[in-house]
């Protein structure tokens, strides 16, 4: 499933960015082989480096934030490790992006576990809960304090 990007054109990319998280992609070509394993810290920017320097359209498969760029740094360099068999020109792997996607989560839970951590799905369904509509019935000029703490990756409780 592709990662609609311009999620974090928002404040929640601002959230991300400011809290110092770091997340590990996973980006592939529309047909999902052959595909490309990276970190960063402002996806936006990646993203748009990676598809200038691509001959083909590129899609993000997957997204995994940690709250620490050396901790996506040490997933990434994991994960091509581990697959280093299937490395290709230009640093990309051929495998499907959905396999790489899967080794990317995996590494992060023996990696860092008992770190607070979130998929694309996770921090989306986050998000979208602490800003809904007040119970006036108007909308949230800015996040809710549930969105801004769960930005910030710390639990929250009703």
Same mark, same amino acid.
């Given at each position: 499933?592709?990662?609609?990007?311009?999620?974090?054109?928002?404040?929640?990319?601002s959230?991300?960015?400011?809290?110092?998280?770091?997340?590990?992609?996973?980006?592939?070509?529309?047909d999902?082989?052959?595909?490309?394993?990276?970190?960063?810290?402002?996806?936006?920017?990646?993203?748009?480096?990676?598809?200038?320097?691509?001959?083909? %359209? #590129?899609?993000?498969?997957d997204?995994?934030?940690?709250?620490?760029?050396?901790? $996506?740094?040490? !997933? =990434?360099?994991? +994960? /091509?490790? %581990? #697959?280093?068999?299937?490395?290709?020109a230009?640093?990309?792997?051929?495998?499907? $992006?959905?396999? !790489? =996607?899967?080794? +990317? /989560?995996e590494?992060?839970?023996?990696?860092?576990?008992?770190?607070?951590?979130?998929s694309?799905?996770?921090?989306?369904?986050?998000?979208?809960?602490?800003?809904?509509?007040?119970e006036?019935?108007?909308?949230?000029?800015?996040?809710?304090?549930?969105?801004?703490?769960?930005?910030?990756?710390?639990a929250?409780?009703?």
């Amino acid at each position: 499933m592709a990662v609609d990007l311009e999620a974090y054109r928002s404040a929640m990319g601002s959230a991300l960015k400011s809290q110092g998280y770091a997340c590990v992609f996973v980006a592939t070509t529309t047909d999902g082989n052959p595909c490309r394993l990276n970190y960063a810290t402002d996806l936006l920017g990646a993203v748009k480096r990676l598809r200038r320097t691509s001959p083909a %359209q #590129l899609i993000i498969e997957d997204v995994v934030w940690l709250p620490d760029r050396s901790m $996506a740094m040490m !997933v =990434a360099e994991h +994960v /091509r490790d %581990q #697959l280093e068999g299937h490395l290709t020109a230009g640093g990309w792997l051929s495998l499907p $992006a959905s396999q !790489v =996607a899967q080794a +990317v /989560r995996e590494a992060t839970e023996r990696q860092h576990r008992g770190v607070v951590t979130f998929s694309h799905d996770q921090l989306m369904a986050r998000w979208a809960h602490g800003t809904a509509t007040r119970e006036d019935g108007r909308k949230r000029t800015r996040p809710g304090r549930r969105a801004r703490m769960a930005a910030k990756g710390l639990a929250v409780t009703p």
